[in-house]
């Protein structure tokens, strides 16, 4: 992982951000789920790239771009570690899938990563771990102290469904259309740790939380919180996990660009002291459902107001809050010209599936996933 160099002393809120991305890798003339051993060994030994880092599977690798401090940046960023991570690829002569899920293959065959790290991970959760099928994309954005992490952390939680529904990319699971758009969010959410954790209060409440959890065994540190927004174990920052893989470009960056706005407008609300919004865990997993179940293509669920909302309406909601914001940091037109596009085509989720019920065949959608997720690469 290279975001590195975040500096706290003199710092402000969401200066800077970083991106990371989790890819399965697939064979070029089956396109199905393929270990890449030279790839995943390269990647361990810090000679894929700099950009580039194993996962737990040598059938997947992940990215992370440097510090960045504008979505330009971020972009260029996303497309030289794309670039990377494909040519590291090549050492097994294999292709690149950026979706959450693969459209049929499973766990079945993916093998796990030697490494210390990824053996521990095995021996805490057992069959969980070893069945870890599922890519994300996890935002990092620059926070100077704990204390500021959390007080964001806590108001963060009514927007999770929305930025979920907008980055969905997993309809299929284990040769299953699942119904779903975020299968990966449901699978996600078999671990004990997962989801949105209740307000913490402050640093130390975060703290303690923290120890009980590594009292109980579920976690060895902070870095194996697997909530979907949590404080960066090793770096100062807030990490926004919740989001499937982006296939294309610009909806990784887009996505980047509402999150570290969101934090900036969310850290404003903390200093002047506004209350952290009163969610039921009930309602908050509802809606986190919701969004998972359907996406932009159907309605989601307010947990604020109690209702259903049209997801173009949530979305709009989402872009009024933020405006003033983004309109500050010159982000205002890249943005709502990025969320026009991805409301008028649909998320990735949507267009596989699209995919697969105009042809009735599985490798057309990998096929569309691989070649979407190339563009704009070189």
Avoid at 152 to 159: A, G, H, I, N
Avoid at 205 to 226: F, Q
Avoid at 259 to 277: F, H, I, Q
Wanted: aromatic share 6%; charged share 25%.
């Amino acid at each position: 992982m290279r975001i590195d160099g975040l500096q706290t002393e003199g710092a402000v809120v969401g200066r800077t951000l970083g991106v990371e991305e989790e890819f399965h890798l697939v064979d070029p003339d089956t396109l199905e789920m393929t270990p890449g051993p030279r790839a995943s060994a390269a990647a361990l030994a810090g000679k894929a790239g700099e950009r580039v880092h194993p996962e737990i599977a040598t059938t997947q690798l992940e990215i992370a771009t440097g510090v960045c401090t504008s979505l330009e940046q971020v972009r260029a960023e996303l497309v030289a570690a794309r670039a990377e991570a494909a040519a590291a690829a090549e050492r097994d002569g294999l292709l690149l899938l950026p979706a959450s899920t693969h459209p049929w293959n499973s766990w079945h065959t993916m093998p796990v990563t030697p490494g210390e790290r990824y053996e521990a991970m095995v021996g805490r959760w057992a069959g969980l771990a070893r069945q870890q099928d599922i890519c994300g994309c996890h935002v990092h954005v620059g926070i100077p102290d704990l204390d500021t992490a959390v007080a964001v952390l806590d108001r963060t939680r009514p927007y999770i469904p929305v930025l979920l529904a907008m980055t969905c990319s997993s309809p299929f699971h284990d040769g299953v259309d699942t119904g779903y758009e975020s299968w990966r969010t449901l699978w996600w959410t078999r671990f004990p740790h997962a989801g949105a954790p209740e307000p913490l209060g402050d640093a130390d409440g975060y703290r303690r939380v923290l120890a009980g959890l590594v009292a109980s065994g579920v976690v060895e540190d902070g870095s194996h919180l697997y909530w979907d927004v949590r404080p960066s174990a090793r770096l100062p920052t807030l990490e926004f996990r919740l989001a499937d893989v982006c296939t294309t470009l610009d909806d990784a960056v887009l996505h980047a660009g509402l999150v570290r706005s969101l934090v900036r407008v969310l850290a404003a609300r903390a200093r002047r002291g506004e209350p952290v919004p009163e969610v039921r865990p009930e309602l908050l997993r509802a809606a986190r459902w919701r969004a998972a179940r359907s996406g932009l293509g159907g309605p989601l669920f307010d947990p604020l107001r109690g209702e259903l909302v049209d997801a173009a309406e949530a979305v709009g909601a989402l872009l009024a809050e933020l405006e003033e914001d983004l309109t500050a940091a010159g982000e205002w037109d890249e943005v709502t010209a990025r969320v026009q596009d991805l409301l008028g085509r649909g998320t990735s989720a949507a267009r596989q599936r699209s995919t697969w019920l105009r042809t009735g065949d599985r490798r057309a959608v990998a096929e569309w996933v691989v070649r979407e997720g190339a563009a704009g690469r070189t």
